[in-house]
T-cell receptor, first 108, second 110 residues
Framework: QKEVEQNSGPLSVPEGAIASLNCTYS??????FFWYRQYSGKSPELIMF????GDKEDGRFTAQLNKASQYVSLLIRDSQPSDSATYLC????????FGKGTMLLVSP | DAGITQSPRHKVTETGTPVTLRCHQT?????MYWYRQDPGHGLRLIHY???????DKGEVSDGYSVSRSKTEDFLLTLESATSSQTSVYFC?????????FGSGTRLTVV
């Protein structure tokens, strides 16, 4: 069974700093990787997905993928208090398998 | 939210009773999914559907059944609710580019 591992946190960063969220996965054959953000009491929302090794940037967000190390990360630049949420890493085979999420707290 | 409506939004039910949750989508997605989310376990797939009358089990399917008689509706039934099924249930649609989630149903079994 596929496993997706994330540090539960909380990860605390000051406003304006870079937040780095990490994820490892067990299935070496996994091809597509996703980052979701979930505010407390709300549903998950897709932030980014990445298929290829390397970096993918979208605004303040950068996803990084290293298939050899089975490692995915999400960098959030210029972190804002509104970024405080739980970030879920997910891997797709036939269906999406999620990690348990990392809580991010951004302090003003 | 990709036109996904879950009903009810909240429900309290008694142990042993059957419960049906509904997911309705308006964008003609072929694939639909039911997940449950619990503290310490994250999101876990219960069942999914890849077309009308085509369904398959997920990781935590015991005690649940599903039906999809129309493209737009995917029903999740707890055949005899237990306290361990107290959870937040999310419906989702989508495929390889990621899923879009509904707002969720908070179910409490007492």
């Amino acid at each position: 069974q596929k496993e997706v591992e994330q540090n539960s946190g909380p990860l605390s960063v000051p406003e304006g700093a870079i937040a780095s969220l990490n994820c490892t996965y067990s299935d070496r054959g996994s091809q597509s990787f996703f980052w979701y953000r979930q505010y407390s009491g709300k549903s998950p929302e897709l932030i980014m997905f990445i298929y290829s090794n390397g970096d993918k940037e979208d605004g303040r967000f950068t996803a990084q993928l290293n298939k050899a190390s089975q490692y995915v990360s999400l960098l959030i630049r210029d972190s804002q208090p509104s970024d405080s949420a739980t970030y879920l890493c997910a891997v797709i085979d036939s269906t999406l398998t999620f990690g348990k999420g990392t809580m991010l707290l951004v302090s003003p | 939210d990709a036109g996904i409506t879950q009903s009810p939004r909240h429900k309290v039910t008694e142990t042993g009773t059957p419960v049906t949750l509904r997911c309705h989508q308006t964008e003609n997605h072929r694939y639909m999914y039911w997940y449950r989310q619990d503290p310490g376990h994250g999101l876990r797939l219960i069942h999914y559907s890849y077309g009308v009358k085509d369904t398959d089990k997920g990781e935590v399917s015991d005690g649940y059944s599903v039906s999809r008689s129309k493209t737009e509706d995917f029903l999740l039934t707890l055949e005899s609710a237990t306290s361990s099924q107290t959870s937040v249930y999310f419906c989702a649609v989508g495929q390889g580019n990621g899923y879009t989630f509904g707002s969720g149903t908070r179910l409490t079994v007492v």
